[in-house]
Structure formats: structure tokens, C-alpha cells
Nanobody, 126 residues
Framework: QVQLVESGGGLVQAGGSLRLSCAAS????????MGWFRQAPGKEREFVAA????????GYADSVKDRFTISRDNAKNSVYLQMNSLKPEDTAVYYC???????????????????WGQGTQVTVSS
């Protein structure tokens, strides 16, 4: 069982930055690839970014590439999402998720994840 708790959301002006954090419980954090997803009002949840178990591989949605950076600190059982050059269309609830994997790569954007956090609201004003 893995419990995930996100933090760091808030209100920011367009062009600004936020750093989301996700703290994971349990002693098997390094068995999981981690991902960030988001859901805007009236829209389906969408993939944002993923990082491999070791942190050596990352992947991003085209809409956030070159603006967002995912990273993890396995010593702290944590994963982060640094968001720069934020746009109003980035407004959403952001979720952290964990997927148990055997290999060293990252899950595909449509792969199912095993555990989810409760989400943190990010609002970008124009």
C-alpha cells in the first residue's frame, strides 16, 4: 500500500512558477514509477509527466514540455513537479500517482497507475 500526499498548489499569475511536491508513504517507493496528472473543470484527466524508478528517465506531455520538470528524491520518498512559464490553461487539479514497475523505464501516458493522491489545486490567472 502506498499513500500519496500532494502539496504546493496555489494561485499564481501567468508567467509565474510553482513547485508541486508529492510525499509517499511506505518502504517500497523505489519500486514505483511516478507520474503527475491534471484535471481541469469539465475535462478528462490528462497525463502531465512521468519519472522512472531511479529518476533517470522522464517523459512529458507536449503541452508542458520545456516548461515543466519532474524529479524525484528516493531518499525522501518524494516526487516533484517544477512548473515554469505557467499559462491560464494549466489551471487544474494536479494529481500524483504511482505505478509499480519491473523495468527501469517510464510508463506510457495511458498506462494505469496503482495509487493516487487527493490532488492539489493550481490556478493561473491571466
Amino acid at each position: 500500500q502506498v499513500q500519496l500526499v500532494e502539496s504546493g498548489g496555489g494561485l499564481v499569475q501567468a508567467g509565474g512558477s510553482l513547485r508541486l511536491s508529492c510525499a509517499a508513504s511506505g518502504r517500497t517507493f523505489t519500486s514505483y514509477a511516478m507520474g503527475w496528472f491534471r484535471q481541469a473543470p469539465g475535462k478528462e484527466r490528462e497525463f502531465v509527466a512521468a519519472v522512472s524508478k531511479s529518476g533517470g528517465f522522464t517523459g512529458y506531455a507536449d503541452s508542458v514540455k520545456d516548461r515543466f520538470t519532474i524529479s524525484r528524491d528516493n531518499a525522501k520518498n518524494s516526487v516533484y513537479l517544477q512548473m515554469n512559464s505557467l499559462k491560464p490553461e494549466d489551471t487544474a487539479v494536479y494529481y500524483c500517482a504511482a505505478r509499480r514497475v519491473a523495468g527501469w523505464g517510464i510508463p506510457a501516458p495511458r498506462d494505469e497507475y496503482d495509487y493516487w493522491g487527493q490532488g492539489t489545486q493550481v490556478t493561473v490567472s491571466s
